[in-house]
Structures are given as structure tokens and as C-alpha cells.
């Protein structure tokens, strides 16, 4: 089954400063990878997905992501954070290694993101 | 407008009762899910279904039971039989399982007294 490890649980940026979540992941067939957003008492948000195509993925808010094969990694950033930006994000895989698996979808631990003025 | 209907936001039981969280979509997708969250341990999977009339166990069924008696529903019963009930339940859909990505509704917190 695949899985995916999102480094560090909490992060603090200025606001204005770069942001940068890490996310990697496990699989031994080509993954489908999402990040997700959450504000408090609600659900998620899809920011950004790769599914093969363009391995440089833009999203909403200005975020994006970076699909690097070679290091497993599929890593969130964002050039200048805002305060808006203070919410958990969450990286998550589609598992398609085999057919009990098909349709599953795995999710990191999360990141809470606190912008500081 | 289209999305994911999730109710009640908040319930309260007492321990030894049965609940059922109700989750209901219009955006004509197949693919329904049950995620279960608890601080610091992401989403958890509990059930999911992507056709009508059937499901498939997630990582932590135990405790749990599902329908899928119709395309836009998939309510969660929450058994006595849960240990730690007491958790934020979020239900999600897709247009194809695994796929495409996951809408998820508002979520229902669970709290067991």
C-alpha cells in the first residue's frame, strides 16, 4: 500500500515570507498526489493535484508543488504567505497498487501553518 | 449549488447508544467516503463505496457500518461497539474512485459523554 510522511507537524512563517510544506511519499507504481487545506471545524479544500501531466503543479492561492520522482517528493510552497494562509494542509496519494487497494486514498498527518505579522 | 451535505454538525451520546451521521451529495458522483479525524493523526479511512449497493472496508472499520442503498447517500452508524467514539467525521466523494479528487462536506463532531 502506499503512504505518505508529511515532515514536520507544525510550522511558523512571517508573514511576506516563503512557504515551504514537505511532503513525501511511498509507492511502487506512479501515484496520484493532492494537498488539501483546512480551516478549523471544516472540511477540506483541494489546493493542487498531479495526476501524471506536468510534473510543476499550480493551485489556488498561489500555491503550487513539484511532482520529483527521483526523491519521492511531492513538496507544497507558496513565494509570500499571507495571513489567510494560517489553516492545517494535508498531503494525500491515490493508492493504485493493486486492486483491493484501488480507490483508497491516503493522507498525511498534517501541517498547521501559523503566519506570524 | 452543488457539494456535500453533512448533518448534524455536532451530536452528542451517551456511551452504549448507536448514532448515524448522515451524509448526502448532489454532484452525481460515484465514489463515497467515511473519514474519521483525530488531532495529530491526519484522516483516517473508514469506509467507502464506489458504486450503489456496495462498500468496501477502510483501515478502521471496527466499530462502524455503512449503506449505500442510493447514489447521493451514505450514512455512517457509529455503534456501541466504537470504543473511542469521540472524533470529527468528515464524508467525502469522487467522480471515479482514486482518480479524481476528494470533495469533502462541512464534517459532524462526535462527542461521546
Known amino acids: 500500500a502506499q503512504s505518505v510522511t508529511q515532515l514536520g507537524s507544525h510550522v511558523s512563517v512571517s508573514e511576506g515570507a516563503l512557504v515551504l510544506l514537505r511532503c513525501n511519499y511511498s509507492?511502487?507504481?506512479?501515484?496520484?498526489l493532492f494537498w488539501y487545506v483546512q480551516y478549523p471545524n471544516q472540511g477540506l479544500q483541494l489546493l493542487l493535484k498531479?495526476?501524471?501531466?506536468?510534473?510543476l503543479v499550480k493551485g489556488i492561492n498561489g500555491f503550487e508543488a513539484e511532482f520529483k520522482k527521483s526523491e519521492t517528493s511531492f513538496h507544497l510552497t507558496k513565494p509570500s504567505a499571507h495571513m489567510s494562509d494560517a489553516a492545517e494542509y494535508f498531503c494525500?496519494?491515490?493508492?493504485?497498487?493493486?486492486?483491493?487497494?484501488?480507490?483508497?486514498?491516503?493522507f498525511g498527518a498534517g501541517t498547521q501553518v501559523v503566519v506570524t505579522p | 449549488d452543488g457539494g456535500i451535505t453533512q448533518s448534524p454538525k455536532y451530536l452528542f451520546r451517551k456511551e452504549g447508544q448507536n448514532v448515524t451521521l448522515s451524509c448526502e451529495q448532489n454532484?452525481?458522483?460515484?465514489?463515497m467516503y467515511w473519514y474519521r479525524q483525530d488531532p495529530g493523526q491526519g484522516l483516517r479511512l473508514i469506509y467507502y463505496?464506489?458504486?450503489?449497493?456496495?462498500?468496501q472496508k477502510g483501515d478502521i472499520a471496527e466499530g462502524y457500518s455503512v449503506s449505500r442503498e442510493k447514489k447521493e447517500s451514505f450514512p455512517l452508524t457509529v455503534t456501541s461497539a466504537q470504543k473511542n467514539p469521540t472524533a470529527f467525521y468528515l464524508c467525502?466523494?469522487?467522480?471515479?474512485?482514486?482518480?479524481?479528487?476528494?470533495?469533502f462536506g462541512e464534517g459532524s463532531r462526535l462527542t461521546v459523554l
Open positions: 467525502a466523494s469522487s467522480i471515479v474512485a482514486g482518480v479524481e479528487e476528494l470533495f
Open positions: 509507492s511502487s507504481v506512479p501515484p496520484y
Open positions: 498531479y495526476t501524471s501531466a506536468a510534473t
Open positions: 494525500a496519494v491515490s493508492d493504485r497498487t493493486s486492486a483491493d487497494s484501488w480507490g483508497k486514498f491516503q
Open positions: 454532484l452525481n458522483h460515484d465514489a
Open positions: 463505496s464506489q458504486i450503489v449497493n456496495d462498500f
